[in-house]
C-alpha cells in the first residue's frame, strides 16, 4: 500500500489516495500503521476516496481504528494532497465527511504547492442530542458541573460535526490531561464518547489548548477541537468571536463568524512518502 505521511499543526496520519489505491479493513489497517514502533507512526489513518457529492471524500480512523466523523486538521491536508496531486485544479473545492460536505479555500506559496487552508467548518451543534449527551435535551450546555474523581469540572459541550468537550484552567501546561482525558472521554454523559479540550485564556483573543482525543489519546493538535473551543470561549464570555489558539503542534487562526459558521485556518504539511506491506 502507497501512503503519504503528512500533519496538520503537529496532528498527524497516514493519507492513502484511495482513487489509485483500494485499502480492505480500514479499521485494521489504522490500527497497524498508527503504532509508532512497529508502524509508520500517526494519530491515525485517512483515506483520500472518490466522492458523487463533493470534489473529494474524506475517511478517518482513529490509532485505535474507531472511525470518527471529522478531522478539522486532517480535512486540511486531504485538500493540500488533493490539489498538489492534480485531484482538483480548483483553489476553491468540497469534500465530503462523515459530518457533512464542508468548503475549503487553498492557499499556494511560490511553488504552487498548498500550504494554509481555510476551512468552513459549519454550524456548531449544542443542544444534547447533537453533540451527543444523555439527559434531557436542551439548548446549549455551558459551564456545566461534572464531578470526576472528586473534583468538579465546568464543561461546555458542542458538537462540530464530532462530539467535544471544553474545560477551561488555569495553568494548562501542567494540568494532567492522562489523568482526567480518559476519564471524560468514556463518560457515561457521552454515549459516542468524547473529545475533551483543557483550555488556559491568555486574553479575549488568545488562548493556549492541549486536547484529549478520543480514540487517539493527547494529540499536539485537533481543529475540530480549536473550533468547538472557540464556541466555548464565546459562549463563557471568556473571549471574542476571533481568537488565535495555540495548539502543542502550533497555531490556528478560528472565526465564530456573523453567519454562524466556524472558520478555522491553518497549515498543511507533506512529510514524506512509501510504501508499506499490508
Known sequence: MKFTKMHGAGNDYVYVNCFAEKVEHPEQVAIKVSNRNFGIGSDGLILIMPSTKADVRMRMFNSDGSESEMCGNGIRCVAKYAYDHGIVNSKE????????????????????????????????????????????????????????????????CASMGNPHCVIFVDDVASF????????????????????????????????????????????????????????????????EKKILNHLSGGDLELEWADDGNLYMTGGAVEVFVGEIQI
Open 176 to 239: 494532567q490531561v492522562e489523568k482526567y482525558g480518559p476519564l471524560i472521554e468514556n463518560h457515561e454523559l457521552f454515549p459516542r464518547r468524547t473529545n475533551v479540550e483543557f483550555v488556559q485564556i491568555i486574553s479575549r483573543t488568545e488562548v493556549r489548548q492541549r486536547t484529549w482525543e478520543r480514540g487517539a489519546g493527547e494529540t499536539l493538535a485537533c481543529g475540530t477541537g480549536a473550533s468547538a473551543v472557540c464556541v466555548a470561549g464565546v459562549l463563557n464570555g471568556l473571549t
Open 93 to 156: 473545492i468540497t469534500a465530503e465527511t462523515g459530518a457533512g460536505i464542508l468548503t475549503l479555500q487553498l492557499f499556494a506559496n511560490d511553488q504552487n504547492k498548498v500550504d494554509r487552508v481555510r476551512v468552513n467548518m459549519g454550524k456548531p451543534r449544542l443542544k444534547r442530542s447533537e453533540i451527543p449527551m444523555s439527559g434531557a435535551d436542551s439548548d446549549k450546555v455551558v459551564n456545566e458541573p461534572l464531578n470526576i474523581l472528586h473534583t468538579t469540572f465546568q464543561i461546555t
